[in-house]
């Protein structure tokens, strides 16, 4: 089993930037990553994700701004979040994928706001 833990998240201006980090409890690197946000009242999304072999791909709303990257040495999946906007506030989870094992941080909240 994979524990995740998310930190860097909190209270931003806009246009700023945050970089979240997403820290396994094992071994990651045979994992599919993703970050995924949930923003009140609606469903969660997926925000980006990396392959295990490293391969990337963006929501629609995160493309130029987001960057999505893992170090497979510390066993953390990062989120480099620039331009950020009002509606980019949300709980921003990390899940780890791989066959049918799927597991899921606790999240942490980022918070655009001026």
């Known amino acids: 089993q994979v524990q995740l833990v998310e930190s860097g998240g909190g209270l931003v201006q806009p246009g700023g930037s945050l970089r979240l980090s997403c820290a396994a409890s094992g071994s990651i690197f045979n994992y599919n990553m993703g970050w995924y946000r949930q923003a009140p009242g609606k469903q969660r999304e997926l925000v980006a994700a990396?392959?295990?072999?490293?391969?990337?791909n963006y929501a629609d709303s995160a493309k130029g701004r987001f960057t999505i990257s893992r170090d497979n040495i510390k066993n953390t999946v990062y989120l480099q979040m620039n331009s950020l906007k009002p509606e980019d506030t949300a709980v921003y989870y990390c899940?780890?994928?791989?066959?049918?094992?799927?597991?899921w941080g606790q999240g942490t909240q980022v918070t655009v706001s001026s």
């Open positions: 899940k780890a994928t791989r066959i049918i094992l799927e597991y």
């Open positions: 990396i392959t295990s072999s490293g391969s990337t």
